[in-house]
């Protein structure tokens, strides 16, 4: 169901990208292009609220459709970007909220992973617990397979 798993920094540099479980055999520049578009939705969304407070469900939905995707956003207060890629044939009944847990479980183990003190801030992300943490959320909302590579 899920395909990929991308962290994106407030200035739009990328911090993680992760393609998942069957996804993982499939061409990631396709998938890395899916999260790349999915970027111009966060914005619109963000100038569409205008000077206005941000909003206070980070969940945005569904950012984008494409070729059989779609791409799930979360923006956090700090202008975190989470972007998850899920199958549309499989995600077509899925609820709203399902991809919640998923989501602040990816941004927990973010939080985590900056708060070490031997990595920089808006640098990618390369820690195992991290990718151990993510494994465990894709695991959590039903992937087939939820080795992250």
Sequence with gaps: MIKCVCVVGAENNPLFFSAVGSA???DPVSLQQICHCSLDHFDQRASALGAQQPPTDPLLGVLLYTHGSEAHGYLTPTQLKIVAVLDSAAAWNLPADALRPL??????????????????PGEPIRSRAFEAALER????????DASAR
């Design 24 to 26: 993982a055999d499939e």
């Design 103 to 120: 989501f602040e479980a990816v941004h927990a183990a973010v939080v985590d992973a900056q708060s070490d003190p031997f990595t920089s």
């Design 137 to 144: 959320a894709v695991a959590s909302v039903g992937a087939p």
